[in-house]
């Protein structure tokens, strides 16, 4: 069975600093993999995905996460963390033919300083 | 292009009160999820719809809860009678095919909280 597993349940950054948010996952078959963002008192948003090209993907807001298979991971990267991007951030996991049905990670609630 | 709608976005009820909450999919989106999410258990898969069908419903806590999904366009959680463990934010979201490749739309959520 496929899942997902967040490192650290919160991280703190400085304002310009990079953010990685580390995301690995357990699946017998190449997944497609996602990130979401939820603002407080929001929904979640897709933030970008991965679904079998390009191993390096982008995604809104800066934001870009790369794929390896090698080591199960798809960790969530910027290069320069702005006030703006203080949230909860969750990586997911879904199988081909599961009918869209998504794995969610425990949630990483960023946090960045002035 | 709208969004998942959800209402109502907050809903305050007394223990024991039926509560029915209401989720709009994205048009032409044939999958339908219902989350739950607490700040104890986190995003919880309630249960999903493929074309309308009930598809998993493994996640629905216990016979209280139900759900629908009468057409395309419109779906139901209801729960009856409610009780103050209930109280969470509820998710529904939306996908298109079956494939799992284009991930899932959220809507704003309804905030539920049973006295």
């Known amino acids: 069975a496929q899942s997902v597993t967040q490192l650290g349940s919160h991280v703190s950054v400085s304002e310009g600093a990079l953010v990685l948010l580390r995301c690995n996952y357990s699946s017998s078959v190449p997944p497609y993999l996602f990130w979401y963002v939820q603002y407080p008192n929001q929904g979640l948003q897709l933030l970008l995905k991965?679904?079998?090209?390009?191993?390096l993907v982008k995604g809104i807001n800066g934001f870009e996460a790369e794929f390896k298979k090698s080591e199960t991971s798809f960790h969530l990267t910027k290069p320069s963390a702005h006030m703006s991007d203080a949230a909860e951030y969750f990586c997911a996991v879904s199988l081909y033919n599961q009918g869209g049905k998504l794995i969610f990670g425990q949630g990483t609630e960023l946090s960045v300083k002035p | 292009d709208a969004g998942v709608i959800q209402s109502p976005r907050h809903e305050v009820t007394e223990m024991g009160q039926e509560v029915t909450l209401r989720c709009k999919p994205i048009?032409?989106?044939?999958?339908l999820f219902w989350y739950r999410q607490t700040m104890m258990r986190g995003l919880e898969l309630l249960i999903y719809?493929?074309?309308?069908?009930?598809?998993?419903d493994s996640g629905m806590p216990e016979d209280r809860f139900s759900a629908k999904m009468p057409n395309a366009s419109f779906s139901t959680l209801k729960i009856q009678p409610s009780e103050p463990r209930d109280s969470a934010v509820y998710f529904c979201?939306?996908?298109?095919?079956?494939?799992?490749?284009?991930?899932?739309?959220f809507g704003p959520g309804t905030r539920l909280t049973v006295l």
């Open positions: 719809f493929n074309n309308n069908v009930p598809i998993d």
């Open positions: 048009s032409g989106h044939n999958s």
């Open positions: 979201a939306s996908s298109k095919g079956s494939g799992g490749a284009i991930g899932q739309y």
């Open positions: 991965y679904t079998s090209a390009a191993t």
